[in-house]
């Protein structure tokens, strides 16, 4: 499958963003989905993620209660909504995926198809 992530910009904290995600290739629904972010010198971390039918969702302590992840499968699609943004939440966000077999999955390297990142800079 292959990805396709926008919506980022730079906003203050306490602003709101959506990101989206375009997918293409296989049947989308065959996919869970995360979001992950990477700030500057540091390493990439998981975010959120979705399962497939969108039944489940699981989130970085962090953002739990300001963002929601969710998709829409007959649009190839899967959104972040951010609310509340702080400038800790600055950094590029990448869409992933992987077959769903139902195991939540927070690490890179468990995800086998990537989208290009985009940037997310939150000011105070």
């Known amino acids: 499958v292959q990805l396709q992530a926008s919506g980022g910009g730079l906003v203050q904290a306490g602003d709101s963003l959506r990101l989206s995600c375009v997918g293409s290739?296989?049947?989308?629904?065959?996919?869970?989905m995360a979001w992950f972010r990477q700030a500057s010198g540091k390493e990439r971390e998981f975010v959120a993620t979705?399962?497939?039918?969108?039944?489940?969702?699981f989130y970085k302590e962090s953002v739990k209660g300001r963002f929601t992840i969710s998709r829409d499968n007959a649009k190839n699609t899967v959104y972040l909504e951010m609310n509340r943004l702080k400038p800790e939440d600055t950094g590029s966000y990448y869409c992933?995926?992987?077959?769903?077999?139902?195991?939540?999955?927070?690490?890179?390297?468990?995800?086998?198809?990537w989208g290009q990142g985009t940037q997310v800079t939150v000011s105070s």
């Open positions: 290739g296989r049947p989308f629904s065959v996919y869970y």
């Open positions: 979705i399962s497939g039918s969108g039944e489940k969702t």
């Open positions: 992933a995926a992987r077959p769903d077999n139902g195991v939540i999955v927070q690490y890179p390297r468990g995800y086998d198809y």
